[in-house]
């Protein structure tokens, strides 16, 4: 396989420290029979690339999976499920209208600190549409109106979250933590063994709702390494 290295730039995670990617090269017809291996590699698709962080002086990035066929909720997760249960879960290939208009407003409440904002369509596109691989969306409704989805690819090893967006006004049940738990119910219905959420960051504090979700393993050296709750005792 092919792959370049960006140059660098400031983290978006922790500001004292400059991040570069690994990213694919290799031709966009082939990059959907690549991306199975790649994500077992610690990759990740934002939009039609697969990159990893490749950074000179930090190794903070590390990718985390949750073993899904042994997963068992917390008592905080179960009170949020217990919370949400008014809340209507479906899933589709393809997203509907009203997507977009709660993204936006997602971004634009939630993250107009961030390198998203501000949102525009364009931007939504790209990010998380792919030629050659297509999303689902688990969705969230009450009485028909939406309130949160969850973008994932499904793969062969499991399902890779790639971003979720919700009403911002509901914060107080703890959306991104339910959705979450909504694809490792995904990943249990279609026999999936893994949920791959992305890059957790020890250091950096909004990114350590990942670590939660026991057991999970987390990928160090080019190895997986379990995690359970036993493992901090």
């Not at 199975?36 to 697969?50: H, N, T, V, Y």
Request: proline fraction near 5%.
């Amino acid at each position: 396989m092919k792959f370049g290295v960006t140059q660098d730039f400031q983290c978006s995670y922790l500001s004292e420290q400059e991040e570069r990617l690994l990213v694919c090269m290799e031709p966009s017809e082939t990059l959907q029979a690549s991306y199975p291996k790649l994500i077992q590699a610690g990759f990740r698709r934002s939009g039609e690339q697969l990159y990893r962080p490749h950074c000179k002086a930090c190794n903070a990035c590390e990718s985390l999976r949750i073993i899904t066929h042994t997963f068992l909720p917390s008592r905080s997760q179960r009170r949020i499920l217990n919370k949400n249960a008014d809340i209507e879960i479906s899933v589709h290939e393809g997203e509907r209208d009203d997507y977009y208009p709660l993204y936006e407003r997602y971004i634009n409440a939630s993250h107009s600190d961030g390198s998203m904002y501000p949102p525009s369509y364009e931007q939504y596109r790209n990010f998380i549409h792919c030629y050659w691989q297509s999303p689902i969306f688990i969705e969230g409704r009450i009485d028909g109106e939406l309130i949160g989805v969850a973008v994932t690819d499904k793969l062969s090893s499991g399902l890779s979250a790639l971003y979720t967006f919700y009403e911002p006004s509901l914060n107080k049940r703890s959306l991104g933590t339910f959705f979450i738990l909504q694809q490792i119910q995904a990943c249990i219905n279609l026999g999936l063994p893994y949920l791959y959420l992305g890059y957790q960051i020890d250091q950096c504090n909004k990114m350590n709702y990942k670590n939660k979700f026991y057991p999970h393993q987390r990928l160090r050296n080019n190895k997986w390494v379990l995690f359970s709750k036993a493992t901090l005792k």
